[in-house]
């Protein structure tokens, strides 16, 4: 028998399934504390005494054990509330020590539960919970998107194109994706494969093992680089792996920045990210990779790492160049008026970090967002606003041959415009 299996069967030895009602409470105040319950559905709200004040400090849905503090304590000095039907596996105490003897990696998870909690205990008067008012306007929002789409998957069944669209409708809600954005059917090319290879690489937010696509650079094969400086690779579109995504914690960014979070915008990550993306786009949110790609799998990612970038107030070159693949990507699906929008936000992304914010950048990285801002202004009318960049450029003789001439030829092209216009 695997160990995995072991480890199921281990659990079903041990639990009993309970179900409970809204209103219902797990356990109480001063309650003896010989049970934990992992949650399978539901939401619990878990509150303590302050100063003679209950005070709300977690909540806790599916996938999370509650009750931890029976491992340390013979009574309960919280109080787990039922909002949400929930259904729960209830272990004894006694019980779950024996399966924490016979399987570390699951030790590991309480003991990390377990300080997760004392954590929350000792930051309690700074944790900030999404107002009950909102999550309840969320719940009544799903359900009615659940109920109108039953309807239209019916319908649509019928046709043979059903797409569940009930997770992409709370996501345009929420101002997910860009106003316009709608649903595409095309998926990443077969030969995609040729120019890739899995590999195994661990998560530098929740240190889980996931599984990404590495690109055999040694096979690709630009055709052009553009005035627009997008490169063209024979056969294959780089963008469309561009991102990476854990699926435990939803840690997502593009995969020139994947390690370079400092240890305090991680810990922002690992604690509220998930939470947060629950709260906004719904608890069913992820990020899955079909083994060919869909072009919505592929949006979905890019927009992800925006908002994890703005959660974490990181770098606006940074999500000026998410902004510029997303224009791309539009670009190819014909979307005119969205690649322009994303365009327009990848200048005003770069803008401000050119002329605001301080940089360790190298000088080949400075020079590189130098060149993409002249572009993006010359692209969207602002050419006098470019000139002064290109000109800069141009006198550098410490800026690279090539980019000397991609300044050169585009300042070239203003000057010649202006003159005929």
Request: aromatic share 12%; with cysteine; proline share 1%.
């Amino acid at each position: 028998m695997s160990e995995k299996n072991n480890f199921k069967d281990l659990l079903a030895k041990y639990s009993n399934l309970k179900e409970f009602k809204t209103g219902s409470e797990l356990y109480s105040y001063q309650e003896k504390a010989d049970k934990i319950y992992f949650i399978l559905s539901g939401l619990i709200r878990i509150y303590i005494k302050d100063n003679e004040q209950e005070l709300e400090i977690q909540r806790q849905k599916n996938g999370s054990f509650v009750g931890v503090t029976a491992f340390t304590a013979n009574t309960y000095s919280s109080r787990a509330a039922v909002y949400l039907d929930t259904k729960a596996l209830e272990f004894k105490v006694s019980d779950l020590r024996k399966i924490m003897q016979r399987n570390n990696s699951f030790a590991s998870k309480m003991i990390n539960s377990l300080s997760l909690y004392i954590e929350k205990l000792e930051n309690r008067n700074e944790e900030q919970l999404t107002p009950i008012s909102k999550i309840n306007k969320k719940i009544e929002t799903e359900k009615e998107i659940k109920k109108t789409l039953a309807a239209e998957k019916i319908a649509a069944k019928k046709k043979g194109k059903f797409i569940d669209q009930a997770a992409a409708k709370i996501r345009k809600q929420a101002d997910f994706y860009l106003n316009g954005h709608s649903f595409y059917d095309q998926k990443a090319a077969k030969e995609d494969q040729y120019y890739l290879y899995d590999k195994e690489i661990e998560c530098p937010v929740c240190f889980q093992k996931m599984e990404i696509k590495k690109i055999r650079n040694s096979r690709l094969r630009i055709e052009e680089i553009r005035a627009d400086l997008r490169p063209l690779y024979k056969n294959f579109n780089l963008y469309n792996y561009s991102v990476l995504s854990c699926p435990r914690c939803l840690f997502t960014a593009r995969r020139n920045d994947f390690y370079d979070f400092s240890k305090r915008r991680m810990k922002k990550i690992k604690n509220n990210f998930k939470k947060n993306v629950s709260e906004d786009l719904g608890s069913d949110f992820k990020i899955e990779y079909d083994e060919l790609r869909t072009i919505n799998q592929v949006l979905d990612a890019h927009y992800l790492a925006l908002k994890l970038y703005d959660f974490t107030d990181y770098h606006t070159d940074k999500k000026a160049f998410i902004w510029r693949d997303l224009s791309w990507i539009y670009e190819d699906l014909g979307e005119t008026n969205l690649s322009e929008k994303a365009s327009l936000k990848a200048l005003k992304n770069l803008e401000e970090f050119y002329f605001k914010e301080d940089t360790n950048s190298t000088k080949t990285e400075s020079d590189n967002i130098t060149l993409l801002l002249a572009v993006l202004y010359h692209k969207h009318n602002k050419s006098d606003k470019a000139l002064p960049l290109l000109d800069e450029l141009i006198r550098d003789n410490r800026v690279s041959l090539r980019q000397r001439n991609k300044a050169k030829d585009l300042f070239l092209e203003i000057r010649e415009a202006k003159r005929n216009s």
